[in-house]
């Protein structure tokens, strides 16, 4: 089975992150964007080995906190890196089934297409992605990565576009780009971790650039 890693960016989400790491087997770095909620000490508590937490001395963003754990996944010898919310969004049982396709399937890029998404405008973008590159859900946070296909793309990635655009690199390269469904629920009272909501939707809008 190919050795599969989980990458969790979280920014004060200690509450929700501390009922998925009880379910989590798989090896997890969390990437902690200078939370205030007292989350570091809390997972270092926890004193479990299969858990590594990378805090941030100042607070980046969602995209450069995951590249920032891009980073640091392509020095080791995983052969794939999950990314995984740590909203609550997803399913943990999903990572299971995931890390079995990995093993059973040739891929480069595996996305984690959720059954329910927040907003209409990730709605909106999914049908675009669909229909010029053959993508379900884009925005989806629960993807699967080959290291050393990252490794070769990330110095192109940016920043303003939610990673968007490591799919569309991904597709100039010819990669292998699949999709299985996964769960996912709407949370109530949910938090924008990138900006308010107006913004956000015009962030999203923004990606359709990289294909139109």
Known sequence: MSKVL????????????????????????????????????????????????????????YEKNLLIGFQKVIKTSYDYVITFDADGEHDTKDLLRMEKYLALNKVDLLIGVRKSKNRF??????????????IDDPLSGFKAYKINRLKETIAQIRTNFF???????????????????????????RRSRVGNEIF?????????????
């Open 6 to 61: 989980v990458l969790i960016p979280c920014f004060n989400e200690k509450g929700s992150l501390l009922k998925i790491l009880k379910k989590i087997k798989q090896k997890v770095i969390i990437m902690d964007d200078c939370s205030t909620d007292g989350l570091s000490k809390e997972i270092k508590k926890l004193k479990n080995k299969n858990f590594t937490i990378i805090s941030n001395k100042k607070n980046y963003g």
């Open 121 to 134: 405008i990730e709605k909106l973008l999914s049908f675009f992605f669909k229909i010029f590159l053959n």
């Open 163 to 189: 990673l968007v655009d490591i799919l569309t690199l991904f597709k100039r390269k010819k990669l292998l780009i699949k999709s299985i469904p996964v769960n996912s629920k709407i949370l109530d009272n």
């Open 200 to 212: 956000v939707n015009l962030k999203i809008l923004r990606c359709l650039k990289l294909i139109l």
